[in-house]
């Protein structure tokens, strides 16, 4: 049972890029799921969250406006399409399940297993 991360790089920044999620051994759309992300020295931070029940989409204020997470049923895959990078997004991404989507003080929570994360790099 894993959680397998695809699609980080290096960007300029204003660039974009395209995360994707695909688990093996359950099925992902069967949960919620999304993105946290690590920077060097500083604490996880929540990126955005989409809920299994309605769909609905959950963003942290950091993020908001330029990141868009969906999910691709027929193959049980989830993106996340990254769009005015900033150098501040640089940070390594992790693909969660969450239990549920929860937002709380601007910051999407709840992950409860990720996978082995993929880097994202944004030049200046």
């Known amino acids: 049972v894993q959680l397998v991360d695809s699609g980080g790089g290096l960007a300029q920044s204003g660039g974009s890029l395209r995360l994707s999620c695909a688990a093996s051994g359950f099925t992902l759309n069967l949960h919620s799921a999304g993105w946290f992300r690590q920077a060097p020295g500083k604490e996880r931070e929540g990126v955005s969250c989409?809920?299994?029940?309605?769909?609905?989409?959950y963003y942290s204020d950091s993020v908001k406006g330029r990141f868009t997470i969906s999910r691709d049923n027929s193959s049980d895959t989830m993106y996340l399409e990254m769009n005015s990078l900033k150098p501040e997004d640089t940070a390594v991404y992790f693909c969660?399940?969450?239990?549920?989507?929860?937002?709380?003080?601007?910051?999407?929570?709840?992950?409860?297993?990720w996978g082995q994360g993929t880097q994202v790099t944004v030049s200046s």
């Open positions: 989409i809920s299994r029940v309605d769909g609905n989409t």
């Open positions: 969660a399940t969450f239990a549920p989507c929860t937002v709380h003080n601007g910051m999407v929570e709840g992950y409860d297993f």
